[in-house]
């Protein structure tokens, strides 16, 4: 059960089994997201933030069997899913995908002040915090266009 909560709902491990490697998996991971949020879109706001709360503690209880000496498999999406969630809370239309869009590219990269520092926390925090961390640039971006809009 910790196998597929972890890979979010096995969405992780397609790219293993197209490409023979776990890159990209985040994006899959992601994608679940994406659908879950369009799904919530006529929804109020805090909809998507108990959402995000689900989806926070199933990465925490999901990842903590594999999460030994710092190690972060490819495969474990559910962080990408609550990282993507947290981005998205309240948002729809461009705002949503600027959203989706800049906390994606803060977790691939990990540039941001924050996210490298998550990542190095230990366990399943680790794994998820540094998605969460660059959830929420995403959803001060989304935020944002939302307000300059």
């Known amino acids: 059960m910790h196998r597929f909560v972890a890979s979010g709902f096995y969405a992780g491990l397609i790219p293993q089994r197209l490409w023979g490697s776990d890159n990209g998996a985040g994006t899959f991971g992601a994608a679940v997201a994406v659908v879950i949020s369009l ?33 972060d498999p490819g495969w474990i999406v559910m962080d990408e899913v609550a990282g993507t969630l947290i981005a998205v809370i309240g948002l729809t239309g461009w705002p949503w995908l600027v ?8 977790d691939i990269f990990k540039v941001l ?24 640039y995403g959803m001060a971006a989304g935020w944002l266009v939302w307000w300059l809009m």
């Open 99 to 106: 959203a989706v869009v800049v906390a994606r590219l803060a």
């Open 39 to 71: 799904l919530l879109w006529r929804y109020p706001w805090w909809v998507g933030a108990v959402a995000f709360v689900i989806a926070f503690a199933l990465s925490l209880w999901s990842a903590a069997p594999f999460a030994d000496d710092h190690a």
């Open 113 to 136: 002040p924050g996210v490298p520092q998550a990542e190095a926390l230990p366990g399943a925090i680790g794994i998820t915090m540094d998605d969460v961390i660059a959830g929420l």
